[in-house]
Nanobody, 113 residues
Framework: QVRLVESGGGLVQAGGSLRLSCVAS????????MFWYRQGSGNTREWVAT???????TYAQSVKGRFAISRDNAKNTLYLQMNSLTDGDTDVYYC???????WGQGTKVTVSS
C-alpha cells in the first residue's frame, strides 16, 4: 500500500524558513515525478513545485526563487525548502506522487506577519 507522510510544517515569522518533508512507502519512489501543492481553506489546491524522476525541477511563479524542491531517492523522501516566507504562503501543503496518483495527508504552514 502506497503511503505519503508529510512533516515539517508549523508556525514561522514572515521572512523565515521551513523545510517540509514527504516520506514515501510502498511505491517505486525513484520512478515517480513528485509534486508539492498547497491549499487554503475554501480554496482550490494550487500547484507549487515539481521534481521529475531525473531531478528536473519546475516552480510556480509565486514561489520561484524562494522555494526549492529536492528528493533523496535513497531515503524515499521528497523535500520543500521554503525561504523568505510571507503570510501569503500560509496553507496546508501536500505532496503528490503522479505515478501512484497518491496524496499525502498534508502539513500546515502558518506564517505570521
Amino acid at each position: 500500500q502506497v503511503r505519503l507522510v508529510e512533516s515539517g510544517g508549523g508556525l514561522v515569522q514572515a521572512g523565515g524558513s521551513l523545510r517540509l518533508s514527504c516520506v514515501a512507502s510502498g511505491s517505486v519512489f525513484w520512478l515517480s515525478a513528485m509534486f508539492w501543492y498547497r491549499q487554503g481553506s475554501g480554496n482550490t489546491r494550487e500547484w507549487v513545485a515539481t521534481i521529475d524522476e531525473r531531478g528536473i525541477t519546475t516552480y510556480a511563479q509565486s514561489v520561484k526563487g524562494r522555494f526549492a524542491i529536492s528528493r533523496d531517492n535513497a531515503k524515499n523522501t521528497l523535500y520543500l525548502q521554503m525561504n523568505s516566507l510571507t503570510d501569503g504562503d500560509t496553507d496546508v501543503y501536500y505532496c503528490f506522487d503522479r505515478r501512484e496518483v497518491k496524496w499525502g495527508q498534508g502539513t500546515k504552514v502558518t506564517v505570521s506577519s
